[in-house]
């Protein structure tokens, strides 16, 4: 069998004094596609950051294939999108190794294109990013990554903010990525939109929870574990499906949907 | 014609012109870095930072623009450092540092009294007493800007777009982060004889700034910014030859003329398209 890219033994990191990853154990194989789900402030961002290297552990080891090339999508949140870069600017900054060079080479161009057609974005490259829609944005950032020729891409929450149809585009695009050979790691808070219909899911909450396929850990018993807090899943069609339900906003009588009013959620000292 | 070419008869103003112009063109390069990262605030803190370290050297009895460098890249260092820390931002570390340095040369300067040096000339230049030795100091650190960006363009410009991500691709954005700060502080020691330190602030943020407004693109940012720091240097000292006025004064008043009219510019451009529609 051949060794993993990326493999955790016991990993804890921390920022200040509150540990984000305790004893983490987590393999991450040749052409693998991994969904990391938990609440916000699990330590989703901080585990691909882990793997990416920007986080170095304070207990336990991160060993990784040597010259293993790992391509980065931040959120589309984090972006600057008032920063002046072009398409093909952004796409091509991520160009480090090699030429000294400011201007591209000819072979640069060449494939910097080629990237922007695979991913559709091919008449767009001298167009400012902030002139793009959400799911194209999203390519962009992704195109970046495949230029620096990955064998494993980190993608941190790519449909957070999108509509559904951008999300199926992005998802159709990754998936393309995966079946090329790439490995693929992403973080997601979309449990039937996403989670359900990845290969291998990990869930996080500081330490890792589960981990296995979409029916083995999108049950009752782990999301309370992860989420601590209880949640119905179904199945439907043999995928795992959650219900999120928001007793407060059904108001009973009516069986209608309604919004509670603002002075019902306020903490009242005691 | 000839009157037109008259100060260029005198052997100061030709020194002056070929500083000037270096010296808008080399804020104009560093600046667009300067003001993508949002450290606009960084160009003015420093220069008056720099001014501490010019005092505290003279009584120390250091070469002023050594002595002021080395302040300076200190200061910088230190207000990487401590902007680091989240719960206090780049602003607060640039305000405590370089005012606290400021105050030194303040102080120095009151305790002392009897200094040979004109340390007015620092704060707002003399470019038509420049030594030929100020024109060869600001021509070498045009020239290792110069190389300097040419070589680590890429590095550059991604971890200034996107400095986590740029870690993770490679760059070693720490190394980068000082070369900035070296280059930055040099700019600020060899050029605040010609400009001045309170005129430096400016010709690092207004060239950027019109080439932003001009342009989405950042390398015609980068030619614009440099292009018109140029202009800038230029076109002051030569206006303020006819017209009397402080020389590094109307390098500024120049860029901010040119300000005005690419604000104007980009205004219009921006509502073409809307005006087109509605004919």
């Known amino acids: 069998m051949a060794a993993p890219l990326v493999d955790f033994e016991r990993v804890t990191c921390r920022y200040g004094r509150d540990p984000v990853l305790v004893n983490v154990d987590l393999e991450i194989g040749e052409g693998e596609f991994i969904g990391i789900v938990g609440p916000s402030g699990s330590g989703k961002s901080t585990l691909l950051k882990a793997i990416a290297g920007t986080v170095e552990p304070i207990a336990g080891r991160i060993n990784r294939d040597p010259g293993l090339s790992i391509g980065y999508v931040p959120q589309v949140e984090t972006v600057n999108w008032y920063f002046p870069v072009t398409v093909r600017e952004a796409i091509l900054m991520a160009r480090i190794d090699g030429r000294r060079l400011p201007w591209p080479s000819k072979q640069e161009v060449v494939e910097a294109q080629e990237v922007l057609e695979r991913l559709g974005l091919g008449g767009l490259a001298d167009r400012h990013i902030r002139e793009l829609s959400g799911g194209q944005q999203q390519r962009v950032f992704i195109a970046r990554a495949m230029l620096g020729r990955p064998r494993l891409l980190l993608l941190d929450e790519p449909t957070s903010g999108v509509d559904v149809r951008t999300r199926h585009d992005v998802m159709h695009v990754i998936h393309e990525l995966h079946h090329q050979g790439l490995a693929i790691v992403l973080t997601t808070h979309d449990l039937n939109g996403i989670a359900s219909h990845l290969p291998r899911l990990v869930c996080l909450n500081r330490e890792v929870i589960a981990t296995g396929s979409p029916r083995q850990v999108i049950t009752s018993e782990v999301l309370e574990k992860t989420y601590g807090a209880p949640l119905e899943v179904l199945s439907h069609g043999g995928m795992p499906v959650v219900l999120e339900q928001y007793p407060e906003l059904v108001d009973e009588e009516e069986g209608a949907t309604v919004l509670p009013l603002r002075e019902d959620h306020h903490e009242h000292p005691a | ?279």
Do not use: K
């Not at chain 2, 804020?27 to 008056?48: A, N, P, T």
């Not at chain 2, 902007?83 to 002392?112: E, M, P």
């Not at chain 2, 009897?114 to 470019?127: C, I, R, S, Y």
């Not at chain 2, 690092?204 to 240097?233: E, N, Q």
């Open chain 2, 1 to 279: 014609m000839s009157t037109l070419l008259e100060p260029f008869g005198y052997e100061f103003f030709q020194r002056a012109i070929f500083v000037a112009t270096i010296t808008g063109a080399l804020c104009g390069l560093i600046g667009v870095y300067v003001v993508l990262r949002g450290m606009s605030y960084i160009g003015h803190g420093l220069s008056h930072a720099i001014f501490g370290g010019a005092v505290a050297s003279y009584i120390v009895g250091i070469n002023v623009f050594v002595g002021a460098g080395l302040w300076g890249l200190v200061a910088a260092l230190f207000i990487n450092r401590v902007a680091r820390r989240r719960s206090i931002g780049a602003d607060a570390a640039i305000g405590a540092i370089t005012s606290a340095s400021f105050a030194i040369g303040i102080i120095l300067i009151s305790i002392q009294r009897t200094f040979v040096v004109n340390f007015e000339a620092l704060l707002w230049g003399n470019v038509l007493g420049v030594a030929p030795v100020d024109v060869l100091v600001v021509l070498g650190v045009a020239i290792a800007s110069t190389l300097f960006v040419f070589f680590g363009y890429r590095q550059l410009l991604f971890s200034t777009f996107d400095p986590e991500v740029a870690e993770v691709s490679g760059v070693r954005t720490a190394r980068v982060d000082v070369g900035l700060a070296v280059m930055l502080t040099a700019t600020i020691a060899a050029t605040m004889n010609v400009i001045g330190v309170t005129m430096i602030a400016a010709m690092l943020v207004i060239p950027p700034v019109i080439g932003r407004l001009l342009t989405d693109s950042f390398g015609r940012m980068l030619w614009i910014s440099v292009g018109t720091g140029t202009l800038c240097g230029f076109l002051g000292v030569y206006g303020s030859y006819y017209l009397n006025w402080s020389s590094g004064g109307t390098v500024v008043l120049a860029a901010g003329a040119l300000f005005l009219l690419a604000f104007l510019f980009s205004g219009w451009r921006r509502r073409l398209p809307a005006l087109a529609e509605a004919h």
